[in-house]
C-alpha cells in the first residue's frame, strides 16, 4: 500500500479515491469537491486513514449497512455522507 | 527520448481476478512476472461481483456441467462458442475447490459443503427445473477472491506496478507483442516494460455510457489498446443493461425492488408495463422493461425536468416492508438521491453493466485475428481474459454467475499457454522503435498547451451519445445518427488540452488517456451495433425485432485502422458433446 504517513497533495488524493465500486466514486468525488479543502488537518488525515479500507468495508459503512467501531471513522462517515 | 526499460518474462495489465489468476500460475510456475494495474490492486472492479460463481457442484440440487453448458449457451442466444463454454463449465468445479484451498471463505451449507444459490437462467435436466449453481462467499463474492488473489501473489513474489497506466502495446517487425509503453501515475514519467508474452485482463467499458453500474476506472482500456494495434474488437454491440439504475448515476436496484411488488410509472403517472407485457407486467424479462423505459422515455413521457427517466414506486409497499426485505435499496436511495422510497418514487433509467465483447482470443486465452484464409491467427506474444476479451463464452447475453467463473478460467487457460510459449521463447526479441515512438507521441501530446476544450466536456458528451443512440433502444436511423455524432465528438479530441500541466498525481491527464479509449470503443461499439440487422440477446433492434440465425450466427469484427466491419462463424462444435442448436428462447 503506498504510504500515508505525509500530508497528501490533493492530486494524489484523487487518484486514491478511484475504487473498485461506482458508490465509493461518487462519494469520494463529491466529499474531495465540496468539503475535503476545508477539513482540519487532523480529519484530513482520519481521511487519508480511511481511504486505506477495503472497498466492501467502506461501502457498508457509507450506506449505513454497519458501522465502524473507530469513532474517528464513524466522524468520517457523517462528513462525507453530509457532503453528497 | 530515451526512455527506462524493465523486462519481464510475462506482463499482466489489470490486476482485476482474470490478471491476478493468472498472474498467481505464473508467479508459481517461477516466471518472472509484472502486473501493471492503474489503481491499488485490491480496489479493481472485481470487488463489485457480489452474487457468486458458477460451478456444478450439486450441493443443493443435482447438477453437472453439461447441464450448466446448456444454459449458457441457450443464455448466450447461440452466440457462444460451444468448445469454449464447454471447456468453462468443465473446468469450474476444479477452480471453485482451487479458491477455497487457496482461502476464500465461501459460505456453508449445513453439511458444510459450499454454499450455493439459485441464480436466473439456470437449469437442471437442459431446461428442466430450477437449478442451485452459484457458489457465494456472502455477498462478498468478487472481494473475496480478488484479496486471496492479491495475498496469494504477494507471496508467489509476482511484482505489481501500482498506480501506472499502460498506453500502448509495443511489438517487433514481425507483429510479436513484446509488452507496452505506461506511465507511473504517481510521477508522470513514462516506463516501457518488455515481455515475452503480454496478458490484457482491464475488465469492461461501463463508462461508455452516462448510466452504469460500473466504476470510473472501468474505461476498456486494454480493449483500446488492441484495437489501436490493429487488432479487431468481437461482437461489442452486445452490452448488458439492467433496468432499473439510478437515473443519472446508475447505481444498481435490484430487481428485487419489483418482485416485492414495486411498479414503474410514466411522467403521467400511468403504470406502464401493463401495455408491454399485459400479464407479468413490471416482472418481464429484463430486456423487455429496458425498452419499454426507454420507449416511454423517447415518446415524451419521461419524468423530471429534462424528461429523462422514469419512477419506480415502492411507496404503497408500506414501511415494513421497504425496511425489511429491501434495505439496501432504502440505504443507496437516502445516500445518494436523498429520498425514502418509502414514502417517494426513485428516478429509475436502463443501466450499462457488462460488456460482452471485446478482444477476440481462442479458449486458450491467445488473441486471435483474421489473416489470410484463417479467421483466427494466433497474434504472437498477446493474451486476453476476462471482461476486456471476448471468447466467447457469453456469446449475446451472459449468465449471472458466470463472469466470476470465465475470469478464472481464462485467466488460468491463459497462464497455462504462456508457460508453453515462454518455454519455446526464452529470449527477449528488440521492439520495434517506431512503434514506441508511436506510443510516446500519445502519451506526449497531452503536455501541448494553449486553449482548448475540456476532456470533462468531451467525455460527458461522448457518454450522453452513447445513451442515447447505442443504449437499449436500436434502430438504424437512431443508430446512423449515432455514428455521426460519435465521429464529430472524436474529431474534438485533438483540440482538447489539459489545463493542469503538472506530472505528480496528474489525474486529469489519466483521464484524457481514457478519454481516447472511450472514443475508440464507441465507435468499435456504434458500427457494430448499425450492422447487426436482427434481435439477439442484449441487442435488440425495434426495425428487426426477430433473430436471424441464417444472416447473423457469426461474430462482427470491427477494425479501427480502416474503420471496417468483417465477421466470423461461430464455433458451435463442442469439444466432446454433441451440438446444441439454436432454438427459440424461451424461459
Given at each position: 500500500m503506498s504510504g500515508t504517513t505525509c500530508q497528501p497533495g490533493l492530486e494524489r488524493l484523487r487518484w486514491q479515491c478511484r475504487?473498485?465500486?461506482?458508490?465509493?466514486?461518487?462519494?469520494?468525488?463529491?466529499?474531495?469537491?465540496?468539503?475535503?479543502?476545508?477539513?482540519?488537518?487532523?480529519?484530513?488525515?482520519?481521511?487519508?486513514?480511511?481511504?486505506?479500507?477495503?472497498?466492501?468495508?467502506?461501502?457498508?459503512?457509507?450506506?449505513?449497512?454497519?458501522?465502524?467501531?473507530?469513532?474517528?471513522?464513524?466522524?468520517?462517515v457523517k462528513l462525507i455522507r453530509d457532503a453528497i | 527520448m530515451n526512455i527506462p526499460v524493465r523486462r519481464f518474462d510475462t506482463l499482466i495489465l489489470g490486476a482485476g481476478g482474470g490478471g491476478l489468476r493468472a498472474a498467481l500460475?505464473?508467479?508459481?510456475?517461477?516466471?518472472?512476472?509484472?502486473?501493471?494495474?492503474?489503481?491499488?490492486?485490491?480496489?479493481?472492479?472485481?470487488?463489485?461481483?457480489?452474487?457468486?460463481?458458477?460451478?456444478?457442484l450439486a450441493n443443493v440440487t443435482p447438477d453437472n456441467w453439461h447441464w450448466h453448458m446448456y444454459d449458457t449457451v441457450k443464455g448466450s442466444d447461440y452466440l457462444g462458442d460451444q468448445d469454449a463454454i464447454?471447456?468453462?463449465?468443465?473446468?469450474?468445479?476444479?477452480?471453485?475447490?482451487?479458491?477455497?484451498?487457496?482461502?476464500?471463505?465461501?459460505?456453508?451449507?449445513?453439511?458444510?459443503?459450499?454454499?450455493?444459490?439459485?441464480?436466473?437462467?439456470?437449469?437442471?435436466?437442459?431446461?428442466?427445473?430450477?437449478?442451485?449453481?452459484?457458489?457465494?462467499?456472502?455477498?462478498?463474492?468478487?472481494?473475496?477472491?480478488?484479496h486471496t488473489l492479491y495475498q496469494q501473489n504477494i507471496r508467489a513474489r509476482t511484482h505489481f506496478f501500482d498506480e501506472c497506466f499502460a498506453i500502448d502495446l509495443i511489438h517487433d517487425d514481425d507483429g510479436t507483442v513484446l509488452g507496452v509503453l505506461t506511465m507511473d501515475i504517481a510521477t508522470g514519467e513514462p516506463l516501457v516494460i518488455e515481455a515475452k508474452t503480454t496478458l490484457i485482463a482491464t475488465g469492461g467499458c461501463g463508462q461508455l455510457y452516462r448510466t452504469t453500474t460500473n466504476a470510473h476506472i472501468n474505461t476498456g482500456d486494454g480493449m483500446a489498446m488492441a484495437l489501436r494495434a490493429g487488432i479487431p474488437l468481437q461482437d461489442m454491440e452486445f452490452f448488458q443493461f439492467h433496468p432499473t439504475g439510478i437515473a443519472g448515476k446508475g447505481m444498481l436496484i435490484t430487481e428485487g425492488a419489483r418482485g416485492e411488488g414495486g411498479y414503474l410509472v410514466n411522467k403521467d403517472g400511468e403504470r406502464f408495463m401493463e401495455r408491454y407485457a399485459p400479464n407479468v407486467k413490471d416482472l418481464a424479462s429484463r430486456d423487455v422493461v429496458s425498452r419499454a423505459i426507454s420507449i416511454e422515455v423517447r415518446e415524451g413521457r419521461g419524468c423530471g425536468p429534462n424528461a429523462d427517466h422514469v419512477m419506480l414506486k415502492l411507496d404503497h409497499l408500506g414501511s415494513d416492508i421497504v425496511a425489511k426485505r429491501l434495505p439496501g435499496i432504502r440505504d443507496t436511495c437516502k445516500t445518494f438521491m436523498h429520498l425514502d422510497p418509502v414514502d417517494t418514487p426513485i428516478p429509475v433509467f436502463p443501466t450499462a453493466h457488462y460488456a460482452m465483447g471485446g478482444i477476440p482470443t481462442d479458449r486458450f486465452g491467445r488473441v486471435v485475428m483474421p489473416s489470410g484464409d484463417s479467421p483466427e491467427e494466433v497474434v504472437p506474444g498477446l493474451y486476453a481474459a476476462g471482461e476486456c476479451a471476448c471468447v466467447s463464452v457469453h456469446g449475446a447475453n451472459r449468465l449471472g454467475g458466470n463472469s466470476l467463473l470465465d475470469i478464472l478460467v481464462f485467466g488460468r487457460a491463459a497462464a497455462n499457454d504462456i508457460l508453453g510459449f515462454l518455454k519455446n521463447n526464452r529470449y527477449h526479441r528488440p521492439p520495434n522503435q517506431d512503434c514506441i515512438d508511436k506510443a510516446y507521441e500519445r502519451f506526449a501530446r497531452w503536455e501541448k498547451r494553449g486553449d482548448g476544450e475540456s476532456v470533462q466536456a468531451v467525455r460527458a458528451d461522448l457518454k450522453k451519445a452513447m445513451e442515447d443512440h447505442c443504449g437499449v433502444f436500436r434502430t438504424e436511423k437512431i443508430m446512423q445518427e449515432g455514428i455521426d455524432v460519435i465521429k464529430a465528438i472524436r474529431a474534438r479530441i485533438p483540440d482538447v488540452r489539459l489545463q493542469d500541466q503538472s506530472k505528480v498525481f496528474n489525474t486529469a491527464r489519466v483521464e484524457a488517456l481514457e478519454l481516447?479509449?472511450?472514443?475508440?470503443?464507441?465507435?468499435?461499439?456504434?458500427?457494430?451495433?448499425?450492422?447487426?440487422q436482427e434481435s439477439r440477446g442484449a441487442h435488440s433492434r425495434i426495425d428487426y425485432p426477430d433473430r436471424d440465425d441464417v444472416h447473423w450466427m457469426k461474430h462482427s469484427l470491427y477494425t479501427l485502422e480502416d474503420d471496417t466491419l468483417d465477421y466470423k462463424p461461430v464455433r458451435t462444435k463442442p469439444l466432446s458433446v454433441e451440438t446444441f442448436p439454436p432454438k427459440k428462447r424461451v424461459y
Open positions: 475504487r473498485g465500486l461506482l458508490e465509493l466514486d461518487l462519494l469520494f468525488e463529491a466529499f474531495l469537491d465540496k468539503r475535503y479543502s476545508s477539513l482540519s488537518d487532523a480529519d484530513k488525515e482520519t481521511f487519508n486513514q480511511f481511504l486505506e479500507q477495503q472497498d466492501q468495508t467502506l461501502q457498508e459503512w457509507l450506506l449505513g449497512k454497519t458501522a465502524p467501531e473507530d469513532e474517528a471513522m464513524a466522524r468520517m | 500460475q505464473l508467479a508459481r510456475a517461477d516466471a518472472h512476472v509484472a502486473v501493471v494495474s492503474k489503481v491499488f490492486p485490491t480496489r479493481s472492479h472485481t470487488v463489485a461481483a457480489q452474487g457468486g460463481v458458477n460451478a456444478a464447454e471447456y468453462m463449465c468443465r473446468a469450474a468445479a476444479h477452480l471453485v475447490y482451487e479458491l477455497e484451498h487457496a482461502g476464500v471463505p465461501f459460505s456453508r451449507l449445513e453439511s458444510g459443503r459450499i454454499y450455493q444459490r439459485p441464480f436466473g437462467g439456470q437449469s437442471r435436466e437442459f431446461g428442466g427445473a430450477q437449478a442451485t449453481r452459484t457458489c457465494a462467499a456472502a455477498d462478498r463474492t468478487g472481494h473475496a477472491i480478488l481516447e479509449n472511450l472514443a475508440d470503443i464507441a465507435i468499435a461499439t456504434m458500427r457494430s451495433a448499425e450492422a447487426r
